[in-house]
């Protein structure tokens, strides 16, 4: 596997994780405990992740010729919670 590869890997178990934790822990919180701060900390921490993981979707999609079809599958799958696990399995 190549860096590149493991690079985009990597970025995209860490957006599915921030996903989840935003879905799971920090909406929870919002709605049903009026906690309001973790929102904001995830929120903001997912939406630093999901840009490096358009960066690297876009890097991995150049260097191996990806088609377009296959980019528009792998952002779909980062909406998604365990979408880029399911999307990285044809690179690993």
Same mark, same amino acid.
């Given at each position: 596997?190549?860096? *590149?590869? =493991?690079?985009?890997?990597?970025?995209? =178990?860490?957006?599915? @994780?921030? %996903?989840? %934790? %935003?879905?799971?822990? @920090?909406?929870?919180?919002?709605?049903?405990?009026?906690? +309001?701060?973790? +929102?904001?900390?995830?929120?903001? $921490?997912?939406? +630093? %992740?999901?840009?490096?993981?358009? +960066?690297?979707?876009?890097?991995?999609?150049?260097? *191996?010729?990806?088609?377009?079809?296959? *980019?528009?599958?792998?952002? $779909?799958?980062?909406?998604?919670?365990?979408?880029?696990?399911?999307?990285? =399995? =044809?690179?690993?």
């Amino acid at each position: 596997m190549s860096d *590149l590869v =493991r690079w985009f890997v990597w970025v995209g =178990r860490a957006e599915g @994780a921030s %996903l989840l %934790l %935003l879905w799971f822990v @920090a909406m929870p919180l919002k709605y049903g405990a009026g906690i +309001v701060e973790p +929102v904001a900390w995830f929120g903001w $921490a997912h939406g +630093v %992740l999901f840009i490096m993981y358009m +960066v690297a979707l876009g890097s991995v999609g150049r260097a *191996l010729a990806l088609s377009w079809s296959s *980019l528009a599958t792998g952002f $779909a799958a980062s909406l998604l919670p365990f979408g880029t696990i399911w999307y990285e =399995r =044809r690179f690993t």
